[in-house]
């Protein structure tokens, strides 16, 4: 079955950085657009960035353009979420997502913790 597990959250001061994995399996990981997606406390779900199958082409949210990089190693079945700059607004569960047919995100993972505190 489809699984993917986040990691690499954790605790770092503003302007610190953190680079979150999502390991994929149960599925072909190297023909499918994925997702990172966000849920700071209290409020809804934010899109963060999107990333094609083979990694050429990546789309950004505002918020975190420049600051954030996603790429995936598709031999390693695995996504990744440099964060940089990190900003208390920041603080968030990150998911990553797999793209469905109609660009719906179809899987989600269960999400890693940043917490950015000084």
């Known amino acids: 079955q489809v699984q993917l597990v986040e990691s690499g959250g954790g605790l770092v001061q503003p302007g610190g950085s953190l680079r979150l994995s999502c390991a994929a399996s149960?599925?072909?990981?190297?023909?499918?657009?994925m997702y990172w997606v966000r849920q700071a406390p209290g409020k809804g779900l934010e899109w963060v960035s999107t990333?094609?199958?083979?990694?050429?082409?990546?789309h950004y949210a505002d918020s975190v353009k420049g600051r954030f990089t996603t790429s995936r190693d598709n031999a390693k079945n695995t996504l990744y979420l440099q964060v940089n700059s990190l900003k208390p607004e920041d603080m968030a569960l990150y998911y990553c997502?797999?793209?469905?047919?109609?660009?719906?995100?179809?899987?989600w993972g269960q999400g890693t913790q940043v917490t950015v505190s000084s």
């Open positions: 149960g599925f072909p990981f190297s023909i499918y657009w």
């Open positions: 990333i094609s199958h083979s990694g050429d082409s990546t």
């Open positions: 997502a797999r793209v469905g047919s109609y660009m719906e995100a179809d899987y």
